[in-house]
């Protein structure tokens, strides 16, 4: 945690800073680093995928679910852009927490955080294989084996990661921006052609959802379908003016996504009939496939490919994310050094790639014999909500602390106490839904499973602290120092990204 490092801007030129790191300092900018939190949450994914099973929960209220999550990731993304406009890590909460609550605390919450961004790629692997197994064998009786999908996907998402944070970036804005529009056009179409029930606003009432427990229950889901914002911090170091561009991008990301998930989610109920949300809920099809066969006949297909799209810049989107978390706690100590190895020529690093591919290939494999292929979706997504939550609650207390302590000047009741305070009570509640009562097996394993890797985490902890190796937490807190960026390093950037 320092301050730029000064040297003075040739006059007339616009000053721009970057990261003094081994990877590519200022390689992107706004566009990128939005998208790249966009893409983390997954439009298409969130935007349909998602929408059933919320409402078989909160009915026709479902577009409120998405509102609640809406409000709740925003209060979560402030307290992590606060912490951004003062530090650059691609540790991001490890850092963060180091830095607010102490090292042995961002130690646990860092490894908590890895039950999310490194599972995903096994995630939508599973899933999108799945979707694609089932529909072409319906609709055009094309056999196609759910782990071929998989296969393909770890294999670009490595290439992607390995050859550089410009080309990842310039998918995830490409196909990022093609899966909102096709998204957008059908929820458009549903208030063109509604069902029966017509354009109406009575998802604005909590009264009409089946019952107050299934309103929080389709929150709760909604919030994991939302989750992925915070993809953009981890790329701090990546970006140029980073303290300015890290905040805006974590903000703007679940803004931009936040609207965009209740229009829709209204766009399709509108479009189904709202008189008619259990068929919506329970629909042996896809409702979106459902819709688009409606609304476009033959061409409904593009639906299909926007799940496509989708399921490749989140993985690709959460690569990125989840390579850099772990060259940023290996940078510090507490993860083999190994991990720090930066290709000489792409500035990625490789190493953490390699793992993390390695990773995706493991979990693709014993996820779904374990679960189910058709499971794996619900299940990690539950317990990323229970892993998130515990990772949340530590910066929200530790947002405080920190500005108590660096920033008393800037600290404000209701920015650092108000707001966290508020998103905390909010998991709280989240978490006490979720589990009262479990839900059905095998998604009831969610909890057990993030408990016991906690439990794992405090005993490597443990194990640190009385073998005296805590010194591996020696260099937690550490953040990366900045510099004025260079005209060549700034004219070499691509504009959109």
Same mark, same amino acid.
């Given at each position: ?9 040739? /006059? ?14 200022? /390689? ?11 893409? %983390?949450? %997954?439009?298409?994914?969130? #935007? ?17 679910? !998405? ?13 992590? %852009? ?10 991001? !909460? ?66 992607? /990661? ?33 069902? *029966? ?29 939302? =989750? ?50 259990? *068929? ?61 190895? +930066? ?33 794996? !979706? ?16 530590? %910066?929200?207390?530790?947002? !405080? +602390? ?20 508020? #998103? ?42 009385? =073998? ?22 700034? /004219? ?6």
């Amino acid at each position: 945690m320092t301050d730029v490092a000064s040297r003075p801007p040739e /006059a007339g030129a616009e000053q721009h800073t970057v990261a003094e790191t081994e990877l590519k300092a200022g /390689a992107i900018g706004l566009p990128g680093v939005l998208m790249q939190g966009v893409t %983390a949450i %997954a439009p298409a994914i969130a #935007g349909m995928f998602t929408i059933p099973f919320i409402v078989s929960n909160a009915g026709v209220a479902a577009p409120l679910a !998405y509102l609640g999550a809406f409000v709740i990731a925003l209060m979560l993304g402030y307290v992590l %852009a606060q912490f951004t406009k003062h530090m650059t890590s691609t540790g991001t !909460y490890y850092t963060f927490v180091s830095n607010s609550l102490g090292e042995r605390w961002g130690f646990l919450v860092a490894w908590t955080y890895l039950l999310f961004y490194p599972v995903v790629v096994a995630q939508v692997g599973s899933f999108m294989g799945s979707t694609l197994q089932t529909t072409l064998a319906s609709e055009y009786s094309v056999t196609f084996h759910w782990w071929y999908f998989m296969v393909f996907l770890i294999a670009l998402v490595a290439y992607t /990661a390995w050859r550089g944070i410009e080309l990842s970036t310039k998918l995830v804005v490409v196909l990022g921006i093609t899966e909102m529009l096709i998204v957008l056009a059908l929820a458009i179409s549903g208030f063109i052609d509604p069902g *029966s029930g017509g354009i109406n606003l009575h998802w604005l009432s909590p009264g009409n959802a089946p019952s107050g427990h299934g309103l929080f229950l389709g929150v709760v889901f909604a919030i994991f379908a939302i =989750s992925g914002w915070d993809a953009a911090a981890p790329l701090g170091e990546e970006s140029e003016d980073p303290k300015k561009t890290i905040p805006r991008g974590v903000m703007g990301s679940i803004i931009i996504l936040g609207v965009f998930l209740v229009f829709v989610s209204w766009g399709q109920t509108t479009g189904w009939g709202t008189n008619h949300p259990g *068929s919506f809920a329970s629909s042996s099809e896809l409702p979106a496939f459902v819709l688009g066969h409606r609304f476009w006949g033959d061409a409904w297909v593009i639906v299909l490919i926007a799940l496509f799209n989708s399921a490749i810049a989140v993985a690709i989107a959460t690569t990125n994310s989840a390579t850099r978390i772990l060259y940023g706690m290996a940078r510090t100590g507490v993860l083999p050094r190994q991990l720090t190895t +930066v290709h000489k020529r792409f500035r990625t690093p490789s190493t953490a790639i390699a793992v993390q591919t390695v990773i995706n290939v493991l979990l693709g494999i014993v996820l779904p014999i374990a679960v189910g292929v058709s499971n794996v !979706y619900n299940i990690t997504g539950t317990w990323f909500t229970f892993a998130l939550a515990p990772v949340y609650a530590a %910066a929200n207390v530790g947002l !405080y +602390v920190y500005y108590r302590r660096n920033f008393r000047s800037e600290l404000h009741w209701f920015k650092h106490i108000v707001i966290p305070i508020v #998103g905390t009570i909010a998991l709280g509640v989240v978490v006490y839904e979720s589990v009262n009562p479990l839900p059905a097996y095998p998604i009831s394993l969610a909890p057990f499973i993030v408990l016991g890797w906690m439990v794992l985490g405090v005993g490597l902890l443990v194990w640190m602290l009385t =073998s005296g190796r805590e010194k591996l937490l020696a260099h937690a807190k550490d953040a990366v120092l900045e510099r004025i960026e260079t005209p060549e390093e700034h /004219a070499a950037k691509p504009e959109f990204i």
